[in-house]
């Protein structure tokens, strides 16, 4: 599978998500680890004489246990020595408890929180307030009677502490009684090491032999996670601290509770929704902390385990006023370590682990001295090495592992919903989410970590899967492209009752239509976050009424009443000279007139004469002839440098690199409907408003994003008794129809046609594709956090100088208009031939400031920086490669008699359509709009919709 996975975090939970998704074929995952090795909580670290695992150490249980299933085949766990009901209980001043006792409070605290379960399930509180009652209670049945009751209180406070261990929490009074038994023992042994080896063991047996760090990018600490629920299977880009960033089709966030609770507000763009917001603060972490002390030698005997640390009120007095570590009181216990004869570990919770993690190695080498000497009344040599666990300090991890709070009850959260998934408006996951904290009843434990990681990677794998069958079902009929043609294609077939998948390479609907949020970007960052308005980087008007897609737009009252003009305000020459607005006028009437005298040659009878006459060359010789010469001798070279600005500002209203590539013959091809052909009309929220609504009338399962076609085969043989156009896709799918109708843009056909179609389009129909007029123009949209001109300021227009010719990107552009109406402050500049191409491969720092130069030279104004800015790139898409077509003399010039807009035959069955081509460029009237490409679509559709209500009449 082709689709783009980034999983966040090398864990056990992201390491199983990675490794699933590679075995089932997913090729193209990366994960991304903030710290320089894969494992996560699971640390196995060398020390002594093998290795120590600082997080996760024990298999626990073995039904039911992912990881025990994977090991104990071959043989890698057995029972550790060490088990804290079978240690030695000793108070601080030295004494040791008799086992009698010692039983009886184990005994006694297992049956607590072992027996009583279903009293401890009905209790809304805390587990330390059940355990606490209970544990009192029975101190008063007869079994106790002869129990010391400050042993008992001593033991009970070791209990507390051990218990915290076993949860994460700081005190037994966070944890939640009722949520204490969402947690699920595994039967058999719960703790079972992993002989020599270490917990790291365990990848190996996840990966299975794939070779997991090739896929691993490591020292990537993610600062944030930006993706759309608007958008159809939008794309999610994952930025990291180091300014690389990756795009992917689906985010797996792998990181520990830990992380999210410190970073979730300033981590996911847009943020997220207040029932995952709930479950990150609801649902609680805490510290579990290990020491390990390695010594020269053993100080203790073959067949002792450890111990339990019991404290005397005096003396836990006497600590706290000593210059010794008050974080010391909450160690409650020290214990042999499995294949490490001269190591024991000593293990801490809570608030005074994260304070033992700020102190100094020093001092805690000196604590645990301390404590052995005081409990063990022996002259304990010093040891040779010391380390331990730190894991709040890390801000990797942010803690140790996960439990039920009191404040997961109170906010009624649950770890479900911060395992769901963020899904698209089609209901598609995008970022999800796993890790030990994601598990409903193995939380806190690496079998409840992997599992976690393997249910998101199913989730993708089924949701491809879907996919892939359904992509093996067959439709009437396939169209690829979901711009506007596609979409009216799309409409009319599904209302005519044929079954239609509408196929698209971008992730979401629209094509050249793309309505954003212009986001705050400035040179210096100092943008205020929250200046965000709505541009049209795409198209940007409807223009005129009379045609389909005003008329839906109407419907659902998505238009604005003001209309929008172009090539307002003063213009301007380089030198600082506003040019007198009555001659400005005069010259574009004139101008105006010639090209309404050009709009006749397409319908007059002498139509060859003007084959090979291109719009600027008829332009130039009439301005010439008949303009020039009433012009006073003082204004003549004004005069021409208004002409230039004309011909600049018609490269960029017809999308062409020069204007001599527009044909005067055909340039009254365009009909206006009788309407002003100066009307632009404009939307109130953005035309991606409109887009929304049509997208919403075709089934969700009909559609395909993020699905881009490398093949296009319409010559194959009969299968199931009739001809099939077969569709490959780059993520290696296979669609069949009967018909397709292809919607990409002119700027795709003309790069990929050689490549993309099986057989090869007949030439004649090649050579017009080539012919067709096509080219790229731009946008630059620049907004300030308050205007630098006059309330009656409309714009300025760059009037360049002839003498100071330059191949200067800039010399392509017309000026800047005020955008009106829409987000104040904003100017909104039009550059198009080989300027918008040279343009688009710079950095967006350059365009600006050359933008912003250019301003100041023309206003004569100290003109500010802009607080946000948007630059567009048409040519450098790859699904668009341009603007929109034109009509060209190239075009002019054909012989060969064939159309774009003529269905293409099957190879072997010429009387049955295979491929029809709708879009803007394929409209014979409406080329370049919007409202054309909807026609084209709708009436390439009906042609289909013809072609067989004629069959069978």
């Known amino acids: 599978m082709n689709a783009k996975i980034v999983v966040i975090g090398a864990g056990a939970s992201g390491i199983s998500a990675a490794s699933r998704l590679l075995k089932n074929k997913f090729t193209n995952v990366v994960i991304l680890e903030a710290e320089d090795r894969i494992g996560g909580r699971v640390f196995t670290e060398p020390f002594g004489n093998n290795v120590v695992d600082l997080g996760a ?109 076993i949860e994460a929490s700081d005190t037994w009074f966070d944890t939640s009684a009722r949520g204490y038994l969402e947690y699920w023992d595994c039967e058999g042994e719960r703790l079972l090491n992993w002989r020599d080896k270490g917990y790291r063991t365990v990848f190996s047996l996840i990966t299975d032999g794939i070779p997991i760090e090739s896929f691993v990018k490591f020292r990537k600490t993610v600062t944030n996670i930006s993706w759309s629920r608007e958008q159809i299977d939008s794309s999610v880009i994952v930025k990291c601290q180091d300014g690389s960033s990756y795009t992917a089709d689906h985010v797996i966030v792998t990181t520990s509770l830990g992380v999210l609770k410190e970073n979730y507000h300033k981590m996911f763009s847009p943020s997220l929704p207040p029932v995952k917001r709930n479950a990150i603060e609801g649902m609680s972490i805490g510290t579990v902390d290990k020491i390990f002390i390695e010594f020269d030698k053993p100080f203790w005997t073959k067949d002792w385990l450890g111990f339990a640390l019991l404290w005397h009120k005096t003396d836990l007095e006497e600590l706290r006023k000593s210059e010794m570590m008050d974080w010391l009181e909450d160690i409650f216990g020290f214990y042999v370590v499995d294949y490490q004869p001269n190591v024991l570990c000593g293990w801490i919770s809570g608030v005074k682990a994260r304070k033992m993690e700020r102190d100094t190695d020093e001092n805690v080498k000196r604590g645990v001295m301390y404590l052995l000497n005081k409990f063990l009344k022996k002259n304990i040599p ?76 199913q989730r993708l794998i089924d949701l491809y899967k879907k996919i892939s069958e359904k992509s093996e079902s067959e439709d009437d009929v396939i169209v690829l492209g979901a711009g506007l043609a596609g979409i009216g294609a799309t409409l009319t077939l599904q209302k005519a009752g044929f079954r239609t998948s509408l196929i698209e390479a971008k992730n979401q609907p629209g094509g050249r239509i793309r309505t954003v949020p212009m986001e705050s970007l400035c040179l210096d960052n100092c943008a205020n976050p929250n200046d965000k308005v709505i541009i049209e980087a795409g198209a940007q008007w409807l223009h005129g009424k009379q045609n389909q897609l005003y008329m839906e737009a109407l419907e659902i009252d998505v238009l604005s009443h003001e209309l929008s003009d172009e090539g307002l305000g003063s213009y301007t020459k380089d030198d600082g000279r506003i040019l007198d607005d009555f001659f400005v006028k005069m010259i574009d009437f004139k101008i105006g007139e010639i090209l309404e005298e050009c709009e006749t040659f397409y319908f007059a009878e002498n139509l060859e004469e003007f084959r090979n006459l291109s719009v600027e060359e008829f332009l130039r010789e009439k301005f010439e002839k008949s303009v020039m010469p009433s012009i006073e001798p003082d204004k003549k070279e004004d005069a021409r440098l208004l002409l230039e600005w004309h011909i600049r500002f018609q490269v960029i209203d017809n999308a062409c690199l020069k204007l001599s590539e527009v044909s005067a013959r055909d340039w009254g091809q365009y ?111 620049l907004k300030y956090e308050n205007p630098w001109w006059d309330n009656d300021w409309e714009g300025v227009q760059f009037i360049y100088n002839d003498e100071m010719k330059t191949d200067h990107w800039t010399r392509d552009m017309t000026g800047f208009d005020l955008l009106k109406p829409g987000a104040p402050n904003t100017l909104i500049g039009w550059i198009g031939g080989e300027g918008a191409i040279k343009m688009e491969c710079l950095p967006d720092a350059s365009v600006i400031e050359e933008c912003t130069n250019l301003l100041r030279k023309f206003t004569g104004k100290n003109v500010p920086y802009p607080s946000s800015f948007f630059i567009t790139r048409w040519n450098h898409d790859p699904f668009i490669r341009g603007a929109y077509s034109f009509t060209s003399v190239s075009k002019c010039l054909l012989r060969d008699n064939c159309s774009l807009t003529e269905p293409l035959p099957f190879l072997k069955l010429p009387t049955h359509p295979a491929l029809l081509f709708a879009g803007e460029a394929c409209h014979a009237k409406y080329f370049s709009t919007a409202h054309g490409a909807f026609a084209s679509g709708c009436e390439q559709a009906a042609k289909l919709v013809n072609f067989y209500a004629n069959k069978f009449n």
């Open 57 to 165: 150490q024990w298999c626990h249980g073995e039904k039911n246990n992912v990881v025990y299933e994977m090991a104990s085949p071959k043989n890698l766990l057995e029972a550790a020595r060490y088990q804290y009901d079978r240690t030695l209980l000793i108070q601080s001043n030295g004494r040791v408890i008799d086992d009698n006792t010692a039983d009886l409070l184990m005994a006694l605290a297992i049956s607590t929180v072992e027996l009583y379960k279903d009293e401890i399930a009905k209790q809304d509180g805390s587990l330390g307030t059940f355990i606490v009652k209970k544990f009192n209670e029975c101190l008063k049945e007869d079994d106790y009677k002869n129990l010391d009751p400050v042993v008992a209180e001593q033991f009970l406070d070791f209990f507390h502490k051990y218990e915290n261990s």
């Open 382 to 457: 010093e040891p040779v090495a010391v380390r331990r666990s730190q894991w709040y300090s890390n801000p990797n991890f942010r803690g140790s592992y996960s439990f039920r709070s009191i404040t997961t009850d109170l906010l009624n959260t649950s770890p479900d919903d911060l395992a769901k998934p963020l899904t698209n408006s089609l209901g598609t996951p995008v970022v999800c989410f796993a890790g030990e904290a994601t598990h409903p009843h193995y939380y806190s434990t690496v079998h409840g970590a992997i599992e976690s990681g393997w249910r998101e990677a």
């Open 671 to 781: 009909s206006f409907n009788g309407e002003n052909c100066q009307t632009h009309i404009n939307f109130k929220n953005g035309f991606g408003k409109l887009i929304n609504s049509l997208v919403s009338r075709i089934p969700s399962n009909s559609m395909e994003f993020n699905c881009e076609v490398i093949k296009i085969d319409y010559g194959g043989d009969l299968e199931d008794g009739m001809y099939k156009v077969r569709i490959e896709t780059a993520d290696g799918r296979v669609f069949k129809a009967r018909h397709c109708i292809i919607t990409f843009s002119l700027g795709v056909l003309k790069a990929s046609m050689k490549t993309l179609f099986e057989p090869q389009l007949p030439g004649p129909l090649q050579s017009l594709i080539e012919a067709y007029g096509f080219g790229t123009i731009n946008k630059i949209y």
